[in-house]
C-alpha cells in the first residue's frame, strides 16, 4: 500500500498544472528553499484530500466534490490574479532568496490554499476514492499506509523538481529569468481563466 500510494502521489503531483509553474518560478528567483516548501504545502493538500478518499469520510469529500464548482471559482480567481501579479514582475537578479520564516510560510500556505481550491486535485482523488479507498479493508493500517505514500510520493516530486530548477538557477541569466517569470504568469493566468469559465459553465 505504501509503494501503491507513492506512485499515485508522484503521478498527480507531476501533472502539468499552474502549481508546477509557480513551484519553478519561486526556485529559480526566491531559491530551493522556497521552491521546497512550495512543493510541500501542495504535498499536504495531495495527503488531505487522499485521507478523505480512503478513510472513506464520504460526507466531506461528496460537500467538496458538490462544491467544486464554486471552489473552481476561487481557485480561478486566485490563479488569474497570481498570474498577473507573476507575469508583470520583473525581478533583477537569481540571488533574491526569501529564506525567512514569513516567507517560507507564506511559500507553503499559498500553494496548500490553492491547490485545495484546485477542482482537478478534487475530481483526482474523488477518483482515488472510488477505486483503491472502496477496496481497503483491515482497519486503519493499511489506508494510513496509502496516505503515507502518497504524501511522500508528493514530496518527492517537488524535491526532485526543487533540485533540479535550483541547478538550473546558478546557470541563467538575469534576463532568462525574466523570461521564465512572464510566460509561468501568463499560463497560470490562462489555467485560472480555464477553471473560471469552467465553473460558470457547469
Known amino acids: 500500500m505504501l509503494l ?5 502521489g508522484f503521478a498527480i503531483a507531476a501533472a502539468p498544472g499552474p502549481i508546477f509553474f509557480l513551484c519553478l518560478r519561486r526556485t529559480l528567483v526566491k531559491g530551493w528553499l522556497n521552491g521546497l516548501f512550495s512543493g510541500f ?3 499536504t493538500a495531495d495527503g488531505f484530500y487522499a485521507a478523505l478518499g480512503v478513510f472513506g469520510v464520504g460526507a466531506i469529500a461528496i460537500v467538496l466534490t458538490g462544491e467544486r464548482r464554486w471552489l473552481a471559482l476561487a481557485g480561478g480567481v486566485l490563479l488569474v490574479a497570481l498570474g498577473a501579479r507573476i507575469a508583470l514582475d520583473r525581478p533583477k537578479t537569481t540571488e533574491s532568496a526569501s529564506t525567512n520564516g514569513v516567507g517560507l510560510a507564506w511559500a507553503y500556505f499559498s500553494t496548500l ?3 485545495i481550491t484546485n477542482p482537478a486535485t478534487i475530481i483526482s482523488f474523488a477518483a482515488l476514492a472510488a477505486t483503491l479507498g472502496a477496496g481497503i479493508r483491515g482497519g486503519y493500517l493499511r489506508p494510513a499506509l496509502l496516505v503515507v505514500g502518497v504524501l511522500l510520493g508528493s514530496a518527492t516530486w517537488w524535491c526532485m523538481l526543487a533540485a533540479l530548477a535550483a541547478g538550473l538557477r546558478t546557470r541563467i541569466t538575469p534576463c532568462v529569468v525574466r523570461g521564465i517569470s512572464t510566460a509561468s504568469g501568463l499560463a497560470i493566468v490562462g489555467l485560472g481563466l480555464a477553471a473560471l469559465v469552467s465553473s460558470l459553465s457547469t
Open 113 to 115: 490554499g490553492l491547490t
Open 4 to 8: 501503491r500510494g507513492f506512485a499515485l
Open 41 to 43: 504545502g501542495v504535498a
